[in-house]
């Protein structure tokens, strides 16, 4: 058993084409869970791993992008700048794939184990490190750690806490990993003003310890699958080289080379999905629902991936804040949080509000991301003055707000979209993968906007909005889709 009584599945079983679906979260109408309830004996050790584990990962990614510019210039290693990056996101997409694997075999408590060691090897290499290529290779171990960590909290969410705190629990990610964006840039930027980016490493990974006892507390070590599916190594393949492609087209230099990546990229892709929905399939990352005509799924996860794409902005709005707005670079860093900021307080918000709230906000979330995105657009000019950076951070913030309105039903969705426990695993961890290829494809493509606007970063910033904006538009009419089925399903037959 795992958490608090929902089992995963120890039994051999063959994986179906179309798994039982318990319905759309819209038609559970039960009264919602509260924050002193996630927070009570019963679940408090849970609901502190989560929260620790995803502050973590937040901190920890704006803490590097502070100190980069600082460490560079002690140990060199100009030319392998922006792989510190790609590096972390490969290893934190395979580590999101083998998830569900990795709880079959080896259990929950020791999959948290090996990501917590994992992240912290990484760290303490880079406390020490010599060289920026010694550095890499402790960013393989971060970005493997927390890709590991952030696909368990899911998973933790759907298994770990009854179905009336998934909403909070998925709130209480959101909000921790917001708040993860804001301490990352304040400690980076203080320890990287005196020169310290060891010291700044230091910290991180005295405050990695405290979840070596935690995961002992909040996870049950679980029985192991007597018998574990087949390791899917031809998809593995596939997200991992297409993952590799779409990291390598965002530091490419020009916009042809850069397209040209991403489209290669997007083939992988669909040769995976045509591998995976093959009738005879019996590997698979995805739940094997996500291919079955019935199934919600397809269109949860659609509207997931066009909502993050469209988040994906959120890596330039530093580079517009100093350009545009003349912003020094910790400012500039801030002002880049407000998008996920607005994301989490909304996303905490809401989470109180009954599933039947939670499916009607939903649809009208990506189309309000839409408007910030587009309102940020419109705003977009040189030499911009404080009151229009003041406007900026507030139609990002009305942006973020959008996510936060459109995620509680779609994560909830997704995790009981079926009683088949395994599957269910699996549904609840690819949500981590199919978000961490949608912001690295959603970053690709901002990049070559970008650059097309060139050499004005006014115009540049205005393609990217304003395309992204469009994106968002696409995600609202894919969950409107998915809110007609649900309706389509809970109406009564005649």
Not at 217 to 224: I, K, L
Not at 277 to 295: E, Q
Not at 467 to 487: F, K, P
Request: charged residues 10%.
């Amino acid at each position: 058993m795992f958490g608090s009584g929902v089992a995963i599945s120890t039994e051999p079983t063959e994986t179906p084409e179309a798994p039982e679906t318990s319905g759309p979260a819209s038609a559970r109408t039960g009264p919602p869970g509260s924050w002193r309830e996630l927070f009570g004996p019963a679940h408090r050790a849970t609901a502190l791993l989560i929260a620790g584990v995803m502050l973590l990962d937040g901190a920890s990614t704006w803490v590097t992008s502070s100190l980069l510019p600082t460490a560079v210039e002690d140990i060199g290693g100009e030319r392998l700048y922006a792989w510190t990056t790609t590096v972390f996101m490969i290893a934190s997409v395979i580590a999101a794939l083998l998830v569900s694997r990795i709880v079959s075999v080896r259990g929950p408590r020791d999959g948290f184990r090996i990501g917590v060691a994992s992240f912290a090897a990484g760290t303490g290499i880079a406390v020490v490190t010599p060289t920026m290529e010694v550095l890499l290779a402790g960013r393989v171990l971060q970005g493997f750690g927390t890709g590991l960590l952030a696909g368990l909290s899911y998973v933790t969410v759907q298994s770990a806490l009854p179905e009336h705190l998934w909403a909070r629990g998925t709130g209480l990610v959101s909000a921790t990993m917001a708040a993860g964006f804001f301490v990352g840039p304040a400690v980076g930027g203080v320890f990287a003003q005196f020169g310290a980016w060891r010291l700044a490493f230091a910290v991180v990974l005295v405050l990695t310890l405290p979840l070596v006892p935690l995961v002992s507390r909040a996870v049950p070590a679980g029985r192991r699958a007597q018998a574990v599916s087949p390791l899917p190594m031809v998809s593995l393949v596939l997200l991992t080289s297409a993952a590799a492609l779409i990291s390598t087209a965002g530091v490419l230099s020009g916009p042809v080379s850069t397209v040209a990546a991403v489209a290669a990229a997007l083939v992988l892709i669909v040769v995976f999905v045509l591998s995976e929905r093959r009738p005879g399939a019996r590997a698979r990352v995805l739940p094997a629902s996500a291919y079955s005509s019935g199934s919600a799924l397809r269109w949860l996860y659609l509207s997931r991936v066009l909502i993050t794409v469209a988040a994906s902005v959120e890596a330039f709005i530093p580079l517009f804040g100093q350009r545009l707005g003349g912003l020094p670079p910790v400012a500039a860093g801030f002002l880049g949080t407000t998008l996920p900021v607005g994301w989490a307080l909304t996303q905490v918000a809401v989470s109180g509000a009954r599933p039947p709230v939670l499916a009607r906000l939903s649809p009208a979330g990506p189309f309000v991301l839409a408007t910030g995105l587009a309102a940020t657009g419109l705003l977009q000019r040189e030499d911009a003055s404080p009151l229009t950076v003041a406007a900026w951070a507030t139609a990002y913030l009305v942006a973020g707000s959008g996510i936060g309105m459109a995620m509680p039903h779609l994560s909830t969705a997704v995790m009981g979209s079926t009683t088949d426990q395994e599957e269910a695993a699996k549904a609840s961890a690819a949500m981590n993968t199919i978000g961490l290829f949608a912001f690295s494809f959603g970053a690709a493509l901002t990049g070559v906007l970008v650059n097309l606007g060139a050499p004005s970063m006014a115009r540049s910033a205005r393609y990217a909005l304003f395309a992204l904006a469009a994106v968002a538009t696409l995600a609202g009419v894919t969950a409107c889709q998915e809110r007609r089925r649900a309706a389509a399903l809970s109406r009564p037959e005649r």
